[in-house]
């Protein structure tokens, strides 16, 4: 079955970088996008967008270019999101999810916490 | 920028109907898709592409659509559907994908 398992909980102080993964199994890895969204403490879920696991070419939604950035490794099945130049609101779960033909969002990561603290 | 609209919160009586909005401009011309997220817990998918429901969601979900508003209902809430739920559809351009900004639902 599809799963995706996301790295452990970060803690990170501001100024910092951070890598969160996400490894896929149970399906061709190359087969389907993989998408990243950010949930802030008690708020709402945010689209980040999405890399192309193919081609490895990323997506960023609007407020997500920068110092957010995807990448892969397609040989261990993984998709990785890193953030750099952390701040005090980049604190949040940061969740990969993937689609299933129309079906978006079917299959999600548990989620990984990063808390940027000094 | 494109926003999707829902309500902060609905309150339903156990087995009674809720229903939750979602209002977007470019709703008439894309789907909408709705999610469950129960606390400490990822997102769930309930309804696709307006009103169809996933293998495993029980039928008591159903969702629909009609201009600027999509509408996913409860009928005979149970306890545990209490959650937040949250819609998502892009816009216009099909380029900027976006999620509603949530609704608790609470049943009691």
């Known amino acids: 079955q599809v799963q995706l398992v996301q790295s452990e909980s970060e803690l990170k102080k501001p100024g910092a970088s951070v890598k969160v993964s996400c490894k896929a199994s149970?399906?061709?890895?190359?087969?389907?996008?993989l998408n990243w969204v950010r949930q802030a403490p008690g708020q709402g879920l945010e689209w980040m967008g999405w890399?192309?696991?193919?081609?490895?070419?990323?997506t960023y939604a609007q407020g997500f270019g920068g110092r957010f950035v995807f990448s892969l490794d397609t040989s261990v099945s993984t998709a990785y999101l890193q953030i750099s130049s952390l701040k005090a609101e980049d604190t949040a779960v940061y969740y990969c999810?993937?689609?299933?033909?129309?079906?978006?969002?079917?299959?999600w990561g548990q989620g990984t916490l990063v808390t940027v603290s000094s | 920028s494109f926003e999707l609209t829902q309500p902060p919160s609905v309150s339903v009586s156990p087995g009674h109907t809720a229903r939750i909005t979602c209002s977007g401009d470019a709703l008439p011309r894309r789907y909408a898709y709705w999610y469950q997220q129960k606390s400490g817990q990822a997102p769930v998918l309930v309804i696709y592409?307006?009103?169809k429901r996933p293998s495993g969601i029980p039928e008591r979900f159903s969702g629909s659509s009609s201009g600027t508003m999509a509408t996913l209902t409860i009928s005979g809430a149970q306890v545990e559907d209490e959650a937040d739920y949250f819609c998502?559809?892009?816009?216009?351009?099909?380029?900027?994908?976006?999620f509603g900004t949530g609704t608790k639902v609470s049943v009691l």
């Open positions: 592409e307006d009103d």
């Open positions: 999810a993937r689609d299933a033909d129309q079906l978006l969002f079917l299959y």
């Open positions: 890399i192309n696991t193919d081609t490895g070419n990323p």
């Open positions: 998502y559809s892009t816009d216009s351009s099909g380029d900027h994908y976006v």
């Open positions: 149970g399906y061709t890895f190359t087969d389907n996008a």
